[in-house]
């Protein structure tokens, strides 16, 4: 299901979920989408829920173990995805690298919570947020709050990896995707 809220419906709903955005420069890219949440966003998809629970209702790449729906689930599972399938490495600092995409796992003590997915061209963080808007925001620490704890590991790649993981692709057919819906739907973004 897609929603095009306004974005003071928008910020009504998300400010109090993440308070951080209040006080910080964030816009919406995308529409409220229930098809895909912050995992799938990261990994340049956008037809599916990722996450590692046994459970139909939810991707995970086969060849990677899955845990009991519900559970916790490690950091390093979604590393270890991001590196076999995606070809990003850990990396120390969140730093904007021209001619690098990185990610940023978020955990809190029990576990992995959200992945946001640093802008191709320019500083600022893609993240979907559950399956509400996909948004643009300046620094990981915006949408630090109790569900997402914060950002705890990094992970880069170089655009040529992306470009044959097909990822840039992808990222790009979405860009413009979303540039379209901003621009043919009567959709309230201020």
């Not at 890219?29 to 139909?56: E, K, L, M, N």
């Not at 991001?82 to 978020?106: H, L, P």
């Not at 840039?168 to 201020?190: A, H, P, Q």
């Amino acid at each position: 299901m897609i929603l095009f809220r306004s974005a003071a419906e928008a910020r009504s709903q998300l400010h109090p979920a993440f308070p951080n955005l209040s006080n910080a420069r964030w816009s919406i890219r995308s529409p409220f989408d229930t098809g895909y949440q912050c995992i799938a966003w990261a990994a340049c998809r956008t037809d599916r829920v990722w996450w590692p629970w046994d459970h139909p209702n939810f991707y995970w790449p086969p060849e990677f173990g899955r845990h009991p729906v519900n559970s916790a689930v490690p950091v390093e599972d979604f590393v270890q995805v991001f590196e076999q399938k995606f070809g990003y490495r850990t990396c120390t600092s969140a730093d904007f690298e021209f001619g690098y995409q990185k990610v940023a796992i978020y955990s809190d003590a029990l576990g992995a919570t959200h992945m946001a997915r640093q802008r191709l061209l320019s500083p600022g963080w893609l993240s979907k947020l559950g399956i509400q808007e996909d948004i643009v925001h300046g620094e990981l620490d915006d949408i630090n709050c109790v569900t997402y704890g914060s950002a705890s590991h990094y992970m880069k790649r170089s655009w040529w990896t992306a470009l044959c993981k097909l990822c840039l692709f992808r990222g790009v057919w979405e860009s413009i995707k979303f540039g379209l819906y901003r621009t043919v739907v009567r959709w309230d973004l201020k």
